[in-house]
């Protein structure tokens, strides 16, 4: 079985781009799990439902999110939406498991792909240098007692690549692979732990290159010279997208393979 992660779709360059190479990128490699990263989509912070369903529309089972999830104020009431309906596209949004309770949404989603293999995704968020949120170590262990998929995929979403690689160490042998995003930045670390869980620090970002993690460089370097605020505008040129590949077995969720991924705009 193989399974396509796509990292952090930034703004409309990240969209298009995903739009024009991702079918072609499925059929090629024969993919049976689409999964992304949306939380950046709309404008490079946020997402919004009419976006969502854009991406469900090109085939992608399940978006992750992170820490720009609450950006959009609607996709409150969008995620809410779902109601715990397996079958609502709302519900195949994620929001990070480990926010505290009440929040909207789900942090994680069960389901089957088109072939009646059972799978499911957890979206975690990493606290070191970010939003002290609960554990994400100890969310992971409590789900995985409630989820029967055998395939599983993590998205953490965090800053310190300490915690993402040592939260790879920590689910090895229990999860199908642990992936890291947030960073926008690829990392050239990639492997299968001898549990069969692959692991990659980071992604990387589907979107715009020729700027600072997404963001114009002009607006970026004017607030590390002056220290003053702007707002921030996704830049446009050297567009990429930035995905893994993974090989599992589909019975045992054991994961045999990763590759790393980068696909320029056509």
């Known amino acids: 079985m193989r399974i396509l992660f796509v990292g952090d779709i930034f703004g409309r360059p990240g ?27 709309a404008g490079g912070f946020g997402i919004t439902p009419q976006i969502a369903e854009e991406l469900f529309e ?10 720009h999830i609450w950006d959009k104020r609607e996709i409150m009431e969008y995620m809410n939406s779902a109601n715990g309906n397996e079958a609502s596209l709302a519900r195949r949004l994620l929001r990070p498991a480990n926010y505290p309770k009440g929040s909207p949404g789900f942090g994680w989603y069960q389901g089957r792909t088109r072939s009646g293999v059972e799978y499911a995704v957890i979206n975690l968020q990493g606290r070191v240098f970010m939003t002290n949120n609960d554990d994400p170590f100890r969310v992971a262990d409590d789900l995985l007692k409630k989820i029967t998929a055998k395939v599983i995929l993590v998205d953490i979403h965090a800053e310190a690549t300490s915690e993402k690689i ?6 090895e ?11 926008h930045v ?58 893994s590949l993974i090989d599992c077995d589909a019975e045992t969720g054991r994961a045999t393979a990763i590759q790393r991924i980068m696909l320029h705009q056509s």
């Open 15 to 41: 969209r298009t781009i995903v739009h024009e190479r991702l079918p072609e990128l499925r059929k090629q490699h024969k993919v049976e799990l689409t999964i992304a990263n949306g939380e950046n989509a």
């Open 58 to 67: 090109l085939g992608i089972d399940v978006i992750t999110t992170g820490n």
């Open 166 to 171: 040592a939260l790879g160490w920590h689910l």
């Open 173 to 183: 042998g229990r999860v199908t692979a642990v992936l890291g995003t947030h960073t």
């Open 186 to 243: 690829p990392t050239a670390d990639e492997n299968v732990l001898r549990g069969g869980t692959a692991v990659q620090t980071d992604v990387g970002m589907t979107g715009p290159y020729e700027g600072v993690i997404g963001v114009q460089k002009e607006l970026i370097l004017q607030r590390f010279l002056t220290n003053m605020p702007s707002r921030f505008e996704p830049a446009t040129n050297d567009v990429r997208l930035c995905a």
